[in-house]
């Protein structure tokens, strides 16, 4: 049996699939602008996290930048920095402005047309924070926020209030403060670890809280909410932190793929080492306009994901954050994906499309319509071929 510890580099995956599922996941490898970069630096996670493009200088080696690209970076770059690891950055295509990976991570026009209706804090987080860093806002379950900080600074981030604001680092005192708030709440039987991104964090400090959540009685579930496996995959090639992953079990990992070009073979070697160490893994994808508000693209991502033993968790409709209208869809188009889904491809693919509702209302799964009627005990459904079927209730 293949152990995490035999899977040390991509070509070590062979010992576990065959060909034609590894042709799937095209090795990303290290760019060519970063040619005098020695391999050891390169799939070093703090070599990559150090090195994040955060100019436009270190952007133009690795992509054709538009004009329009400029001048968005030159007008946004105050108010939400930018920050692309090298792994990602390898990941654009290099003269189309619209790929999908670009997208995300290069600053757009659209990010300076802030609506009326745009929020600071979408999700009114801050309002249901008894202690700094954590929500508490359904019964049995908190969000812990122990980092500010992430590899990459997504464009679509909804925490960009606090993501990236030196300002606002969530230091040992609030990682404390948090932890003495789960202790003392009984009712916590689910934690999620967040950010920012937690596993920027140094290896001793993951250990730290998770070791201390561990010894929590009521609390069973421990979940990681983090990007590295799509923004910094040799996060993951990390012994040291697989180890730690691995001591505190059970632990889930969410993680957020929003299109297929991220699904690298580096990426499939990060989640075959967590899932033989034991961790579960979902992921959650935002719906995105123009990278990926189509049905055919959130089921290659599903597939894939399956593959990578990866559960699709969530859909989220993009939320009301600050400048990233340019992304948002209607709800509707959520509606129309999860449609062209169910009964066309394998149950376990199908994520649950949520509106995270602004004001602090929490997830709410918004599906498409498959009751047509009712007659007395007599209940019509529809299938996912639009064919009505009667069902007798007693
Ligand atoms: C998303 C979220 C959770 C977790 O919700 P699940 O539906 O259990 O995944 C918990 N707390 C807050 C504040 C959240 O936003």
Redesign the pocket.
């Known amino acids: 049996m293949t152990s995490w510890k035999d899977l040390q580099k991509v070509a070590d995956l062979e010992k576990v699939y065959p060909k034609h599922i590894l042709d799937k996941f095209p090795i990303s490898g290290k760019h060519q602008a970063y040619a005098d970069v020695s391999d050891e630096n390169w799939y070093d996670w703090k070599w990559q996290l150090k090195n994040r493009i955060t100019n436009l200088e270190g952007l133009s080696k690795v992509i054709d930048l538009t004009e329009e690209e400029k001048s968005a970076f030159e007008k946004s770059n105050e108010k939400f920095k930018m920050a692309i690891t090298p792994y990602y950055g390898a990941l654009m295509d290099k003269t189309d402005p619209n790929c999908p990976v670009r997208l995300q991570s290069v600053p757009n026009m659209g990010e300076l047309n802030v609506l009326e209706t745009d929020l600071e804090d979408p999700?009114a987080?801050d309002k249901?924070m008894p202690v700094p860093g954590l929500?508490h806002?359904?019964p049995d379950?908190?969000?812990f926020y122990v980092s500010n900080d992430c590899p990459m600074l997504c464009r679509h981030c909804t925490r960009k209030r606090k993501v990236a604001d030196e300002n606002s680092t969530a230091g040992r005192k609030q990682i404390d403060g948090g932890l003495e708030y789960i202790r003392s709440n009984k009712q916590i039987r689910?934690v999620?670890v967040s950010g920012g991104d937690p596993l920027c964090l140094n290896n001793d400090l993951i250990d730290y809280i998770l070791g201390e959540l561990r010894k929590i009685e009521h609390v069973e579930i421990v979940r990681i909410g983090s990007r590295n496996q799509v923004t910094m995959a040799y996060r993951l090639f990390d012994d040291e932190l697989i180890k730690i992953l691995e001591k505190h079990q059970p632990i889930h990992i969410n993680t957020h793929f929003n299109h297929p070009k991220e699904m690298t073979r580096e990426a499939l070697l990060a989640s075959t080492r967590l899932a033989l160490a034991g961790v579960t893994m979902g992921n959650q994808s935002v719906l995105l306009k123009g990278i990926n508000d189509d049905a055919l693209i959130m089921k290659e991502i599903s597939h894939k994901l399956l593959l990578m033993r990866i559960r699709p968790?969530?859909i989220y409709q993009c939320d009301l954050s600050e400048g990233i209208s340019h992304f948002r869809t209607s709800i509707d188009k959520g509606v129309e994906i999860i449609e062209k889904m169910r009964g066309w491809t394998s149950g376990l693919a199908i994520p649950q499309f949520v509106v995270?509702a602004p004001g602090g209302g929490?997830?709410i799964p918004v599906n498409p319509q498959y009751f047509v009627k009712r007659d007395g005990k007599k209940v019509v459904l529809r299938n996912y071929k639009k064919e009505e079927f009667t069902y007798y209730e007693p």
């Open positions: 999700l987080e249901d929500t806002r359904y379950r908190v969000l689910d999620i968790y969530y995270d929490g997830k």
